[in-house]
């Protein structure tokens, strides 16, 4: 789902913001080596827009930075449920909290809440990572992988290497909960 929020200065947005910035990139520039429209990464920055996963990925593309460079990592190995961190990665219909990301970035868990026709975006993308694994704790998920396409159910995982191109959606009435293994972390 788009959450629509105020800007603040740990927002995903104010961190690509200041990022470019500090790299001395007009939005222009950003543009232009993203391949992204101006007015979409000025609405992005601001949050006033979600970004597809593809979207997310050719912006920190262009920046020269890994995903989870944009999101705090919980600082200890417990993370309860509450405190779990939001991201969001990407995608419509969607809630990502970061359950950890390892003691060195070896490796990045995510639990996601897909909405009922929520997904990654139309447009395939490659995750900087080699190993993606899913498992689907409620509800359905269908993942396309390298022009595959998988069904998943409760209890159904799924690996396969980041770098190739895929995309998910939830096709299912109700919310989808899904468990994100990321390696090594983005």
């Known amino acids: 789902m788009s959450r629509a929020s105020s800007p603040t200065e740990t927002g995903i947005g104010a961190r690509l913001r200041r990022i470019r910035k500090a790299q001395?990139?007009?939005l222009e520039q950003l543009a232009m080596r993203s391949g992204l429209d101006k007015s979409f990464l000025s609405r992005l920055e601001r949050e006033a827009t979600a970004a597809s996963v593809a979207?997310?990925?050719k912006v920190c593309a262009a920046l020269g930075i890994q995903p989870g460079v944009l999101f705090e990592a919980p600082k200890t190995r417990l993370v309860r449920k509450d405190e779990a961190v939001a991201?969001?990665?990407?995608?419509?219909?969607?809630q990502d909290h970061i359950l950890s990301r390892g003691l060195e970035g070896e490796v990045m868990v995510l639990r996601t809440e897909i909405a009922p026709g929520g997904h990654g975006g139309k447009e395939p993308y490659r995750f900087p990572a080699n190993t993606d694994f899913i498992t689907v704790l409620k509800g359905q998920l269908t993942v396309w992988v390298a022009e595959e396409e998988y069904r998943l159910g409760p209890g159904?995982?799924?690996?396969f290497s980041g770098r190739d191109p895929h995309t998910w959606r939830n096709p299912g009435p109700t919310p989808?909960?899904?468990?994100?293994?990321?390696c090594p972390a983005p």
Do not use: E, K, R
């Open 176 to 182: 989808t909960v899904v468990i994100w293994v990321l």
């Open 55 to 57: 979207s997310l990925l």
């Open 156 to 159: 159904d995982s799924l690996t």
């Open 87 to 94: 991201a969001h990665f990407g995608g419509v219909g969607v």
């Open 24 to 26: 001395g990139l007009t």
